[in-house]
């Protein structure tokens, strides 16, 4: 059996071989905590995790680096953020207070900390690397140096594409990194290093002077300050994003890394490390593939700097871990998908509950069971998972009406299938969990179903005798069919018995156009609009007695 991970992974394996055999197979990613992380930025990590954990099930040593961006400039001052924080424009993000209210120490903490939650919850093992760290403890100090002194090589090869046509960004994001954030051609000549003031904190520097035998480095800030450092010691400053990248990819010794199609683009920041890391640090370019952007059902591609966007975080919420993993494990990197946060969520789960019967009855076919094993757990572990899978469409219906009283959840719920009832709640999470909070956080308050508290008797009283004897039959066999496949049978055959038909005719359009004049009725009696959950399930929800009063009886 194979799949797109599969294939990545045997092209992973080969190419750790050749480069260096028997060592720690090196895959990374890496995020920049400036904003909300969003699902386009998870599967930044989801394509690498989904490889390496690939790795280590073969039985293979591999390691998944995720590089916590956190040393990059804070940009711009996000919308609904306070416009004074614009005096830290220019500041690394560990160094930004955090949003007001956040109980974080740091801008860049108040948004990896969610992301670090989230990704525990899909199962991602990685070794999480700060590039603050990394960078204010000097483990980048000879990398540093080093391109320092290969300045006009580097300047050299990025003169190549300065000619050429730029790639046109999107937004402000995408800009800053087709251009790598703090671009440093000086007056005095190309640096590739950016240091941070000491005064004001912000990278608003220009480097006037660098002397490559004794380390020292000149600049001055737009603040008025200016001082002269030496860099064999100096731990307060960056490379710029297009040296940075491929000096990681040595120092890591990356073998696979995907890349976003913003960062692949010609003379994007992938394509011109791919000539730096060989010719300036020695390494090689990792392998691996652009993948494309992940949005929201009825949302384009989103941006982590306009806020508001939904994160790992927000998708965990609503719906379970193995099924977010699937999204991202059933589609190759070049495929585009969208997130459900609408109604599709429904269908997304009745195809996922699909597939697994498929599984469990041997019938699914071997890519579609490669991505459940990978959606269900990893290398290590299983993910948690619902005991009993009763319909997310169902548990949002229930959840609906009983607003999530478990009391009357549990009625519900052990009504559906009298041989074999639910006694717990506990079987049936996280799955209600999720439907609870999908319906309480998603669903339109006019789209709530709000039961009516006592009967139309001015609708009821005006009836047409074919009405009245539609709701005599369903009344007749409710306790006989009090189930959820009895109800579904019950209420679908009541226009049959009218109409003179056995339970197994097949339907016809006059027939279609009965059961939907009997199901608004219902509807309009039970909570006084046209529409609502599936039947069967609002009469097992509202319940036997309170049925029989709203109808008449």
């Keep these: 059996m194979t799949d797109w991970v599969s294939q990545l992974a045997d092209d992973v394996i080969a190419e750790s071989e050749r480069r260096a055999p ?5 895959c990374a990613s890496g995020l920049s905590p400036s904003g909300p992380i969003h699902l386009g930025n998870l599967r930044e990590v989801m394509t690498p995790h989904l490889v390496a954990d690939e790795i280590r099930r073969r039985g293979l040593e591999c390691v998944h680096l995720l590089s916590w961006d956190d040393y990059d400039r804070f940009r711009k001052v996000p ?37 670090i939650s989230a990704l525990a919850r899909l199962g991602v ?21 080093h391109a320092m002194r290969e300045r006009d090589r580097i300047d050299a090869v990025l003169s190549r594409y300065r000619t050429k046509a730029k790639p046109k960004a999107k937004d402000a994001d995408e800009a800053a990194a087709l251009e790598g954030s703090g671009a440093a051609e000086e007056e005095a000549g190309y640096y590739p290093y950016k240091p941070y003031c000491a005064l004001c904190g912000r990278d608003l520097t220009t480097v006037t002077g660098y002397d490559d035998e004794t380390t020292e480095l000149a600049y001055t800030c737009e603040c008025g300050y200016g001082e002269t450092v030496r860099l064999a010691t100096h731990d307060r400053g960056k490379l710029v994003w297009k040296v940075d990248w491929p000096m990681r990819w040595a120092y890591e010794g990356v073998v696979f890394e995907p890349s976003g199609v913003d960062h692949t683009s010609p003379g994007s920041s992938f394509e011109v490390g791919g000539h730096l890391v060989g010719e300036i640090f020695g390494g090689a370019q990792p392998i691996g593939p652009r993948y494309a952007f992940v949005g929201i059902s009825g949302m384009a591609k989103m941006s982590s700097s306009k806020g508001g966007v939904p994160t790992a975080a927000d998708a ?6 193995p099924l977010l993993r699937w999204m991202y494990a059933r589609r190759k990197p070049a495929q585009s998908f969208k997130v459900a946060f609408d109604q599709e969520i ?6 996922w509950d ?11 076919l071997p890519a579609d069971r490669l991505a459940h094993a990978r959606a269900v757990g990893t290398a290590e572990q299983p993910l ?25 959840t549990l009625r519900i719920l052990r009504e559906l299938d009298p041989a074999e009832p639910i006694k717990d709640l506990a079987l049936v999470r996280p799955r209600l969990d999720r439907a609870q909070r999908w319906v309480s956080t998603q669903v339109a308050t006019e789209q709530r179903t709000t039961v009516r508290s006592e009967p139309d008797e001015e609708l009821l009283a005006g009836l047409e005798e074919g009405q009245r004897e539609s709701l005599r039959l369903l009344l007749e066999g409710l306790d006989e069919h009090w189930s959820l496949d009895g109800l579904t049978d019950l209420v679908y055959g009541v226009p049959k018995r009218q109409a003179g038909l056995a339970a197994d005719a097949q339907a ?6 009965a059961q939907r004049e009997f199901f608004v009725l219902l509807y309009t009696l039970l909570v006084g609009r046209d529409t609502g959950p599936r039947l069967p399930t609002l009469l097992l929800a509202v319940g036997a007695d309170r049925v029989r009063k709203l109808l008449g009886a």
């Design 354 to 364: 699909a597939l697994e019967r498929k599984v469990a009855d041997g019938q699914a």
């Design 79 to 115: 919308a609904g953020i306070d416009p004074s924080w614009a005096e830290h424009i220019g500041k690394p993000l560990t160094s930004v207070p955090a949003p007001p209210g956040s109980a974080y120490p740091n801008w860049a903490e108040h948004f990896k900390t969610p992301m």
């Design 508 to 513: 016809t359009p006059e027939l279609k156009a």
């Design 22 to 26: 028997g060592k720690t197979i090196v």
């Design 316 to 321: 965990l919420e609503i719906m379970e871990a």
């Design 384 to 408: 948690e998972a619902t005991e009993r899978r009763v319909p997310y469409r169902m548990l949002a219906s229930i959840a609906d009406v009983t607003t999530g009283d478990e009391e009357q």
């Design 125 to 145: 093992t990685y070794r999480g690397i700060s590039q603050t760290k990394q960078y204010t403890s000097g483990v980048y100090r000879e990398q540093i140096l």
């Design 346 to 351: 429904q269908r997304l789960y009745d195809e």
